[in-house]
């Protein structure tokens, strides 16, 4: 799509230069945030999980397992990469990078709120307003607060001159929350799309925040966590870290991701809203303009109806038959992705969520109605 598609790819460029985002090749500045909203997007599905109606259940299993599995990655996995092993090591460099992250809660809400939180990030914001003035870039205040991940995508939105996209995560985090707290008829659960993005700040947030912390310890600084310090910075020496990179890149490409699922859910999957006339975002469909990338995220995962081995709720005879990749038309023609489905059904299907949630998705993919099937026969197995 990207590079085949002239629309698409303008769109991008104009994205990454409002937000600083500048190298040579355009693949590898594209492709580097695309991880984030495609290979990485679906990682909130391990909070998937529903409690029903009159369960006074404040969780379920499956999503403890999510829990348990997130904790330990913070508590451990996340440090085995930079070779810290140790809990003193562990805590003095938290405490070097003025950063502290809670384990995740026990309940639904409780484990919404802990995602979102992100805390102090001191060095990290240090860093940025360094590289924004000297790269004179207007100035974005991080520093002297504790931050939660929704505010910050608010915040980047709002400083790239995209007041609508903020105002869009505003109701994607309520819709987030509501389904938590009180669910959606009557069923409590998580969006693993919000979850995914969350998780996936907080991961990349803590490790860059970590990294410009232990650049240049105080004199203060004991020489153990000093020590710490290097070992951390050791085990990622050849990698080059750009706090604008996180602040253009990351934490836009996150909010893209956190947003491909409730933007796209119909009114019967939403939760009610006060003083609203829809269940749905009421500032009207998403454009390329608002946010290529975002809108890139939810063409792709509309269209890939192929490959997905799922079993459905409605039980194995119920469900759709699954669609092969093989049994997909894909090709390029006049700067547009065609994609060609197996049945009339899967194509209309596809072509209403679009129609919902996408304006102007005819300029960059055609979906053709599916050819039918023709059989020849020689004459030789003929049936007399």
């Not at 369960?55 to 829990?67: E, F, K, L, Q, R």
């Not at 993005?197 to 232990?214: C, E, K």
């Not at 999957?269 to 500032?283: C, I, K, M, Q, T």
Request: aromatic share 10%; glycine share 6%; net charge neutral.
């Amino acid at each position: 799509l990207y590079e085949k598609c002239p629309v698409l790819k303008r769109a991008l460029e104009r994205a990454f230069d409002n937000r600083y985002i500048y190298a040579k090749d355009f693949r590898y500045r594209f492709g580097n945030i695309w991880l984030f909203v495609s290979l990485l997007h679906d990682i909130g599905y391990i909070f998937e999980g529903e409690i029903g109606p009159l369960d006074p259940a404040v969780t379920s299993p499956h999503i403890d397992i999510g829990v348990a599995t997130v904790n330990d990655f913070f508590d451990n996995r996340f440090w085995q990469t930079s070779h810290i092993h140790l809990q003193e090591e562990k805590q003095a460099l938290l405490s070097l990078a003025g950063q502290s992250l809670p384990p995740l809660g026990h309940s639904l809400p409780g484990i919404g709120d802990s995602l979102r939180y992100i805390g102090s990030i001191p060095a990290l914001a240090k860093r940025l307003a360094a590289e924004l003035r000297t790269n004179s870039k207007p100035s974005v205040k991080l520093a002297g607060k504790p931050w939660l991940a929704d505010d910050l995508w608010c915040l980047h939105y709002d400083s790239c001159g995209r007041t609508q996209m903020a105002e869009r995560v505003r109701y994607v985090t309520e819709v987030f929350k509501h389904a938590a707290d009180e669910g959606v008829e009557g069923s409590r659960r998580l969006d693993h799309a919000v979850c995914g993005g969350l998780l996936l700040l907080r991961i990349s947030t803590l490790y860059y925040n970590i990294w410009f912390a232990t650049a240049k310890p105080p004199k203060s600084t004991p020489a153990r966590t000093v020590q710490a310090s290097r070992t951390f910075r050791d085990a990622a020496r050849s990698v080059r870290f750009h706090a604008r990179w996180w602040w253009g890149a990351i934490v836009w490409a996150t909010a893209a991701t956190a947003m491909h699922n409730i933007l796209t859910l119909a009114d019967d999957d939403l939760p009610p809203r006060r003083d609203a006339n829809s269940r749905r975002f009421e500032g009207g469909k998403l454009t390329l303009d608002d946010d290529p990338l975002t809108y890139l995220g939810i063409l792709a995962d509309t269209l890939q109806e192929w490959d997905r081995y799922t079993l459905s709720r409605d039980g194995m005879f119920g469900a759709r038959t699954p669609l092969l990749s093989s049994e997909t038309g894909l090709s390029f023609k006049d700067g547009k992705v065609v994609v060609a489905y197996d049945t009339e059904d899967r194509t209309a299907r596809v072509k209403e969520t679009l129609d919902r949630n996408l304006d102007g998705w005819t300029n960059v993919v055609e979906i053709k109605a599916p050819q039918p099937t023709v059989i020849r026969l020689s004459s030789r197995n003929a049936v007399p």
